[in-house]
Each structure stands twice: as structure tokens, then as C-alpha cells.
């Protein structure tokens, strides 16, 4: 597609410069060998494991930070009226 007329905004131009970058991309040849799919399909995985890990940890740190503060408070609220 060209570029024609003075009225053309630049957004026109733009998307008609990326529609001839992607007719100019060679594709007799495939953009990723098998091996490096694969290598990036487990880098994903394995991002996506620690990634669940991460936040498992961090619920259990919510949760026992919940539970010692309910502690505390139950043991000042002890302290404040003294020993049952």
C-alpha cells in the first residue's frame, strides 16, 4: 500500500510502514526451531512453578503474621485485666 495524498495522518503512515515491514519478512523459513519452542515453553513453565511457589510462601507468611497478631492482641487484652 503507498502513501498517497497530503491529508494522510501519521497514524496512516505508520501502519502502512508496519504492513510493508511484515510483507518483507521472509517466511520460507520457519521463526523458531522446535528446540528453542521447547526451551522457551519450559522457561515458561518453570517461571510459571516459582511463580505459584512465591505466592503459596506469601500466604503462609499472611497467615502466620495473621495468627501471632490475633496472639498478641489476645495476650494484651489478658494483661489489660489481669490474669483469669
Not at 510483507?23 to 528453542?36: D, G, K, Q, Y
Not at 501471632?68 to 485485666?81: W, Y
Request: net charge positive; no cysteine.
Amino acid at each position: 500500500p503507498g502513501l498517497s495524498g497530503s491529508a494522510t495522518s501519521s497514524s496512516e503512515a505508520r501502519d502502512a510502514l508496519a504492513f510493508t515491514w511484515v510483507e518483507s519478512v521472509p517466511t520460507s523459513r520457519p521463526l523458531a526451531s522446535p528446540l528453542a519452542m521447547f526451551d522457551s515453553k519450559k522457561a515458561i513453565s518453570r517461571m510459571l512453578h516459582e511463580d505459584m511457589e512465591r505466592q503459596a510462601v506469601q500466604r503462609m507468611v499472611r497467615q502466620a503474621q495473621k495468627v501471632q497478631q490475633t496472639f498478641r492482641k489476645e495476650k494484651a487484652k489478658i494483661g489489660d485485666h489481669g490474669e483469669l
